[in-house]
């Protein structure tokens, strides 16, 4: 007796399907504005490198050439994220000060009249620099010796004053010991860049009334928009942000890169700016997935059930943690998978190299935990003896079981996705898989 | 480098623009005449997504430079949308929703008119072949080349309009 439904199980036009397929859905370089200006940035040529000098001399004959902005124009210069959560301590430099972390930090904006003088202009300052010595791999970053990334001594993000994000449940050690067999792997994975179609971009315009229309792509726009305020220091009441149009994101479009610098310019000008990444800055300088390396060790029974895993993982932050400390959290309280696993150990290092600065993308700090454990699994399943479905119910976890981190798991439905996905692919199961349920077990069961 | 003055046929009509020597004909769209369904996804001639048609053959509007249009026909995703209701192609891409953010979209329905006016039953293995320039980071590419079987049943026989 459900009533009607008029929309789950249906397909529904997309309201912005008839902008899109018209060409009249307007992205954010959509916008023109009479008198706008142009921002480009001057980047490090470097991996790891000590300021000199900066000559603008050169830069600033050009014609169209309106101003350059450094670090002494930004208010707050040194700023984080996710510091609007918490999270500290305050580490990425809007514009460099005196050192260079990684290819591709901005040093200094040059805003012009157009985009080729602004980008003739980017072509005509002088870096003198101190090359040095610069680290790309997590477990080199960790080791004595190895060069420092960060202002505060140390490669490592610090979780209440531990260098990781731990995870303790159950005595892995005394399972390893009466386990029959240890399956060891160590999975690494490499950065991908999201490649939306449309690159970052804002635009930012001074109104009438003393505040500031951002124009912007963000797919976080009031992360932007507060990040903003503390950058240059201005009540957040003076900004206005608007998005909700994004040429594509998957994660790439939540850091706070182009608004500060966009607006900063818009109030030292009193003039429209855009500030539109280019493809190559897309690609070569926008945040990324990070790299991980992840090291499992799982204590199994000759019947398949896991009874122990340990688990160390290093997430390859780049020069500066955006928002992959957070990544990090979510990595170790789902490193365990969906398997009912009674015991398990997990340290998850945010580690600081000279690379591109990673953050968001799809799955966020989950999905490279799920490629090593489930080719975990597949080794398991091949060492005892089963088959890649069976070792999967046998360790699926089910209502009321507690996951590592403390969690109780509520309206699991991995076995009934694996039931519907045999059905899919026309797989038979055995019967006691068909008719096993995500509902809680008995007592004394396993 | 002195300007230099270009005209060429957009939307029924001709169009006169004032242009430094190399401007792109993206750059004369999107910026001089307002016609933003040109996007640029890369400005390299990498993603297809400036796709505009001159002449009815398919071109990359951010590697033309205009001086190369001048006294050609362009048409964009603007000039082939009627006045009331939607193009074939445009209503198949709302049937089969052949977009999520809709960014590569105005080049995919270019790219397929201009396929759809040279074969209007092609193959499979043919609209492939056509998409193949034009890059999609949301939709898998499925339901676009559903959406263009779609229009081809739709149009074949009675020709695409304009």
């Known amino acids: 007796m459900s009533p009607a439904l008029n929309v789950v199980g249906r397909s529904v036009a997309r309201s912005d399907g008839i902008g899109h397929v018209t060409g009249r859905t307007q992205y954010t370089t959509d916008h023109v504005f009479p008198g706008m200006l142009h921002l480009k940035i001057v980047r490090s040529p470097a991996h790891h490198a000590r300021i000199r000098h900066i000559d603008l001399s050169e830069a600033e004959r050009v014609p169209g050439f309106v101003r350059a902005l450094t670090y002494r124009d930004v208010p707050h210069n040194v700023y984080t994220i996710l510091g609007l959560i918490g999270v500290e301590p305050e580490e990425e430099f809007v514009l460099a000060e005196d050192r260079l972390r990684y290819k591709g930090e901005p040093i200094v904006a040059i805003v012009a009249e157009s985009e080729e003088a602004a980008l003739d202009a980017v072509a005509r300052v002088k870096l003198d620099l101190e090359e040095l010595p610069a680290v790309f791999d997590v477990e080199e970053a960790l080791k004595p010796g190895a060069p420092i990334v960060t202002h505060w001594g140390n490669n490592t993000f610090m979780y209440e004053g531990h260098p990781c994000r731990r995870v303790r449940f159950g005595d892995v050690e005394e399972a390893f010991a009466r386990a029959d067999h240890i399956v060891e792997g160590v999975y690494d994975t490499k950065p991908i860049e999201h490649a939306a179609i449309e690159t970052t971009a804002c635009i930012a315009v001074p109104e009438a009334n003393g505040r500031y229309t951002v124009y912007t792509n963000s797919q976080a726009v009031y992360f932007s928009l507060d990040n903003t305020a503390i950058i240059l220091q201005i009540p957040g009441n003076r900004l206005h942000f608007v998005g909700g149009t994004v040429g594509g994101g998957f994660g790439g479009k939540v850091d706070v890169i182009v608004e500060p610098l966009a607006t900063l310019a818009a109030i030292k000008t009193n003039r429209p700016v855009k500030y539109a990444y280019s493809r190559s800055e897309e690609m070569q300088v926008s945040s990324t997935r990070s790299a991980w390396r992840i090291y499992v060790k799982d204590g199994v029974t000759r019947d398949g059930h896991i009874i122990a895993r340990k688990v160390t993982s290093y997430a390859d932050s780049g020069a500066y943690s955006r928002q992959t400390p957070y990544a990090l959290t979510k990595h170790a309280a789902n490193a365990a998978g969906p398997y009912a696993i009674p015991n398990v150990s997990i340290d998850a290092y945010c580690v600081y190299t000279n690379r591109v600065p990673s953050s968001a993308m799809r799955g966020f700090g989950i999905t490279m935990a799920s490629f090593a454990i489930e080719v975990q699994m597949d080794k398991i399943a091949e060492l005892v003896g089963l088959d890649p479905w069976s070792i999967r119910f046998i360790n699926a976890y089910r209502d009321g079981d507690v996951k590592p981190h403390r969690k109780v798991v509520e309206d699991a439905t991995l076995i009934e996705t694996m039931q519907a996905a045999a059905a899919l692919v026309g797989h038979d199961l055995p019967a006691e898989f068909r008719t096993m349920t995500s509902a809680p077990r008995h007592a004394g069961e396993e | ?162």
């Open chain 2, 1 to 162: 480098m002195a300007s230099t003055i270009v005209t060429f046929e957009l939307a029924g009509r001709e169009v006169e623009v004032m242009v430094k020597p190399m401007t792109t004909l993206q750059a004369v769209l999107r910026y001089q005449l307002g016609f933003t369904s040109v996007k640029e996804g890369c400005r390299q001639g990498g993603c297809g997504s400036c796709t505009v048609l001159v002449d009815g053959e398919p071109m990359m509007s951010c590697l033309l430079p205009v001086e190369d249009v001048a006294g050609r026909r362009v048409t964009t995703l603007e000039t082939i949308t009627p006045d009331e209701g939607v193009h074939p192609i445009q209503q198949a891409f709302i049937d089969h929703t052949a977009f999520q953010c809709g960014y590569c979209t105005p080049g995919m329905i270019m790219i397929s008119k201009a396929l759809l006016d040279h074969d209007p039953h092609p193959t499979r293995e043919a609209i492939v072949d056509a998409l193949a320039g034009n890059l999609c980071r949301c939709t898998g590419y499925e339901p676009i080349v559903a959406a263009v079987e779609g229009a081809a049943q739709a149009t074949a026989g009675k020709g695409a309009p304009r």
